[in-house]
């Protein structure tokens, strides 16, 4: 069997052949409200270790706001389409959705936030997490709106998103000990630049008319244009 078929037949086996009552209530509960699996477990974080808690739920969430972004643009990249619309005879629990299949941003932004407690926190509460992570991505097949492959996708994005900004917060936190000022400028510029780029990328707002004259002198480069210097083009 090709990767496509089994990955068809995985989809199958989960949707339709695991069907059973338990998993027709608690799946789509899981996958809509996430949150509330997780909330109990960070309480209990946070009784024990309120000082540690705190920053690793503020990793936990700058990974997944950047996941979700991540997750966006790579649907657009792979346009795959979601199984509810590509196959027949798939059990519908919620709506099929509009956007594309690959990756599931649900697994992604699931396993994104779950890593950071896992990783930085100690006891047996952080297992709970990937837990409850593993349990959306798996909840993303049962329900009929994504393929096995787009959860494991969704998965290691997650889990690679959260790797890279906690290594960017231990170093940070390290060289913010030698020169605090110019750490916090460079931390600073960089959420800025991030926000920027999310924006450009994701806002719904479109160019303003003197936003959309400069961007069509990029286009058509030359040594004057009305009302401003070249430099202006050059440097867009």
Partial sequence: MSLPEIDKALFFLINRDLQNSFFDLFMPLITKRAYFFFLPFFMWLLIKDKKKAWPVLAIAFSALLITDWTANMLKHCFERIRPCSALEGVRMLVGCGHSFSMPSSHSANA????????????????????????????SRVYIGVHYPSDVLAGALLGLVSAVCVMG??????????MAPHTTSLFVFLLCLTLFRIYFITSSPIDLGPD??????????????????????AYLI
Avoid: C, N
């Avoid at 994104?112 to 952080?126: D, H, L, Q, S, T």
């Avoid at 960017?168 to 000990?177: P, V």
């Fill in 168 to 177: 960017f917060f231990l170093w940070s936190s390290k060289r913010y000990q």
């Fill in 211 to 232: 936003e959309a004259h400069y961007w069509e002198w990029t286009r058509r480069l030359d040594l004057s244009y009305y009302s401003k210097g070249p430099m202006i």
């Fill in 111 to 138: 396993f994104a936030f779950a890593a950071p407690f896992m990783i930085m926190m100690k006891g047996r509460v952080r297992y709970a997490f990937p837990v409850i992570a593993a349990l959306v991505g798996f």
